[in-house]
């Protein structure tokens, strides 16, 4: 199963991500995830990543393409993956679709969390106050929030046109939105 879970910042990917993986059995990676424990760890990504994570802004395609190639490539990729924050640009999604298709496999669906954009600045700032990121102030988060906008939210269309948008109601309790999901990729033939 080869998944992607969008959505703006705040709309609850990672925690749904999690969930979907274990139940398909398949590695959830997150590139916001992966960058921070660089800039945790201190590595030249960390350091590269930092500036422009800490402005709310993406990190040139060149560098998160890269990192995202050698991370499917990885033997826990091999039977599926899914994808949590890439692509987020349009040369994304043309770099992913090489990257899948040098496997000889293919997309399986675009899991799609829809949410109340006030709703989600809401919670990012809660999760400021608890995690302490450092992207999570409110001018930064507007940012995100314009950035995803202008650059990510368009790609949902690209892939609505290849028919693998799957759309779910990412407001309410987390296991009620987990419920959908499930209910919602059971539909889903599993390549
Ligand atoms: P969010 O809560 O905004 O969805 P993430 O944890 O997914 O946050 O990502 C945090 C930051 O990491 C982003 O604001 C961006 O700077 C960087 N980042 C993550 N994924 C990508 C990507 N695919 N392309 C460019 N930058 C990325």
Redesign the pocket.
């Known amino acids: 199963m080869r998944l992607l879970i969008m959505g703006?910042?705040?709309a609850g990917?990672?925690t749904q991500a999690t969930a979907v993986a274990d139940h398909f059995s398949i590695p959830a990676i997150?590139?916001?995830?992966i960058?921070?424990a660089n800039v945790s760890g201190g590595t030249p990504l960390g350091v590269e990543?930092k500036k422009?994570?800490d402005a709310?802004?993406?990190?040139?395609?060149e560098v998160?393409n890269n990192m995202?190639r050698s991370r499917i490539a990885e033997p826990d990729a091999e039977s599926g993956f899914l994808l949590?924050?890439?692509?987020?640009?349009l040369a994304?999604v043309t770099e992913l679709d090489g990257m899948i298709e040098e496997t000889g496999h293919k997309l399986d669906a675009v899991l799609v969390l829809t949410v109340d954009q006030e709703a989600v600045v809401g919670r990012?700032l809660k999760r400021a106050e608890i995690e302490g990121r450092a992207?999570d102030t409110e001018d930064v988060i507007r940012r995100?929030l314009e950035?995803?906008a202008a650059e990510t939210e368009p790609l949902i269309s690209v892939y609505a046109e290849r028919g693998l948008v799957v759309s779910v109601d990412g407001m309410g309790e987390i296991d009620d939105v987990q419920k959908r999901i499930f209910a919602a990729l059971d539909d889903v033939p599993q390549s």
């Not at 997150?30 to 995830?33: I, L, P, V």
């Not at 709310?56 to 395609?61: A, F, L, R, S, T």
């Open positions: 703006p910042p705040g990917k990672g997150s590139t916001g995830d960058f921070r990543a422009y994570m709310g802004e993406y990190v040139p395609d998160t995202v949590d924050g890439y692509p987020r640009t994304q990012l992207d995100r950035v995803y």
